[in-house]
């Protein structure tokens, strides 16, 4: 009977030691995502944007575009989360790299657009910059006007369907009136993983911040 007893209080020391493992490194690790960063662009024509970034999001390779005008292409992606791991593998003894993985990889695009170049991602309408679907059945959840430092900017929550996969997105377009040009940040996802995308759009339109560079001294 001792024994017995016993061998229950060994079970649940280590049951409690492992959910109060499990909590430590779920607090530390949503401590770790909440932390932000800042993003700042190189200068186009004499201005720049900057905003906030989750560290939970990295930079990840870059495409090849062929369109002239179209510079400061940055993709990123987000972190794998430990925590989800760890209790996947020790709490519901699932092996690594099993289970159903996402059909889309949740991805934030920031572009600009040089003004000089006739961008096929972009029109104007009523003085707002809009994307241009191109003939994307794409369904308008939500959408707003509003200036960012006097720059007329739109941002839009979309979604849409390709065959079998359905894809959410969150864009800001913010147009840059001294030069023309337009910058473009859009997060998408698929509908598993579109709250994460669009939470961080959120968080960086609410960030999002255009400043005139002063031209460079050559004088020394």
């Known amino acids: 009977m001792r024994k017995m007893l016993r061998s229950r209080w060994q079970f649940l020391a280590v049951l409690v030691a492992v959910v109060t493992s499990g909590m430590v490194m779920l607090c530390l690790f949503a401590t ?7 993003f700042v662009v190189a200068p186009v024509d004499g201005y720049r944007y900057r905003c906030t970034l989750s560290v939970g999001w990295k930079p990840r390779q870059r495409y090849t575009f062929n369109s002239p005008g179209l510079v400061n292409n940055y993709q990123f992606a987000p972190t794998t989360s ?23 990889t949740p991805e ?3 572009q600009t657009h040089k003004a000089k170049f006739p961008s096929n991602s972009v029109r104007m309408k009523s003085g707002y910059p809009e994307p241009n679907w191109q003939g994307m059945l794409a369904k308008i959840l939500a959408e707003r006007h509003f200036r960012i430092d006097g720059c007329p900017a739109t941002a839009l929550r979309w979604e849409t369907t390709t065959g079998s996969l359905g894809v959410c997105g969150t864009a800001l377009l913010v147009f840059q009136p001294e030069n023309g040009n337009t910058y473009i940040v ?4 698929d509908f598993q993983n579109r709250d994460r995308a669009a939470s ?5 339109i609410a960030s ?12 020394r």
């Open 200 to 204: 961080e759009m959120e968080e960086i």
């Open 208 to 219: 999002f911040r255009v400043e005139k560079v002063a031209p460079v001294d050559s004088k």
């Open 186 to 189: 859009a997060g998408t996802a």
């Open 108 to 110: 934030i695009v920031m």
């Open 32 to 38: 770790k995502m909440r932390e932000r960063k800042v």
């Open 82 to 104: 430990p925590v989800r791991e760890w209790i996947a593998i020790h709490l519901f003894r699932q092996p690594p790299g099993k289970g159903r993985l996402p059909v889309m």
